[in-house]
């Protein structure tokens, strides 16, 4: 009896990524396959924070890069329509291109004897049209000019905040050609904040982007109007970077633990990547969680010295360190030990 890739995944140590790009590309492939597993109205969370503990910016910010990244591969994977759209795009600009060399190289050699109306003057022109066509096309990214506005399903990025929704629609660019747009047509950003009044009719997959525990309620009241409304046309929600329990807002007590028991502790991390002082600890869905210490003596400058099913706590990621190497080992805390991470490192601290 065969064994399926999820099934032997089971278990297994996760690797590390090389980059952001390719942490954004693992944690979109592991969403989809799990939306796929589990069926409509799956949720699940990834986690993403390579701040190693410097609080310089807030998680929204540092993970900003990552979530364009990851959004759009995402959008790419379970989006019906979405790849032949691009791939359409990227035909129609490679054929606009090539016609333009073409012209470029070749001479008008028309006969001016022919019909009325075709004299070189009225040829010139009509070569200036196709030309300035050509050119269009190649300035749209290859978009269609017919077929700019995406009508398919979509995907819907939930921000903690009106202000950081705005803020997104302006820097993403997702009306920009193709080749300049940071996410795909068939994204849009909404806030959990304020009233909702955007039309969720044709959502396909939402994220909630660094909820924050202000924005519990609002969360809760979101994910169950898009479940009801959607039902099984909702393939999945995600849950990147939450902190929706926090002891000065929902507190740790009967609030807090329903909250967590309705909400959180039914999530399945998808992805989960986390820097530390002196290494990291990471999961791919199915995978096992994986604590990682660097080491120059090993390829990849990291070897494994955990993985195990759950996901440890802080402390227990310390303890798992001192029984590898002891308290004499431990590295020291502080900024200077962020440049002694390896090269997958290096890439995200970009962010």
Do not use: H
């Amino acid at each position: 009896m065969s064994t399926s890739p999820i099934e032997a995944a089971i278990g297994q140590p996760s690797e590390l990524p090389d980059s952001l790009d390719d942490a954004a590309e693992i944690a979109a492939s592991n969403t989809a396959a799990f939306a796929e597993a589990s069926g409509p109205m799956s949720r699940c969370r990834v986690d993403f924070d390579t701040s190693a503990g410097d609080e310089t910016f807030t998680a929204l910010k540092s993970s900003t890069e990552f979530m364009q990244k990851y959004v759009t591969a995402l959008s790419y994977s379970i989006v019906p329509g979405l790849q032949a759209r691009r791939q359409d795009e990227m035909m129609r600009f490679a054929q606009a291109k090539s016609e333009l060399m073409n012209m470029g190289l070749q001479n008008v050699n028309e006969d001016d004897d022919d019909d009325e109306g075709s004299s070189s003057e009225q040829l010139s022109d009509d070569i200036k049209a196709k030309r300035d066509s050509l050119l269009q096309i190649l300035n749209d990214g290859g978009r269609d000019p017919e077929n700019k506005e995406w009508k398919g399903p979509k995907v819907r990025i939930y921000f903690p905040d009106e202000g950081s929704a705005a803020l997104a629609r302006r820097d993403w660019k997702i009306d920009a050609p193709p080749g300049d747009a940071l996410v795909p047509p068939c994204v849009e950003f909404s806030s959990c904040g304020g009233i909702q009044y955007q039309d969720i009719s044709n959502d396909m997959a939402i994220l909630f982007f660094c909820p924050r525990a202000s924005e519990a309620e609002s969360v809760e009241e979101i994910l169950i109007k898009s479940e009801e409304t959607l039902m099984d046309n909702l393939a999945v929600t995600v849950f990147v970077n939450p902190v929706l329990v926090d002891m000065g807002i929902t507190g740790f007590g009967l609030s807090g633990r329903m909250l967590r028991e309705r909400l959180i502790d039914g999530l399945v991390n998808t992805y989960y990547l986390r820097t530390l002082a002196w290494g990291a600890l990471t999961r791919r869905w199915p995978s096992a969680f994986s604590v990682w210490q660097e080491d120059e003596n090993v390829e990849g400058g990291y070897r494994l010295i955990r993985a195990q099913d759950t996901l440890p706590s802080n402390p227990e990621v310390e303890d798992i360190y001192d029984m590898e190497n002891g308290d004499k080992d431990r590295p020291s805390e502080g900024p200077g030990v962020l440049n002694a991470l390896g090269d997958f490192v290096n890439g995200m601290m970009r962010l």
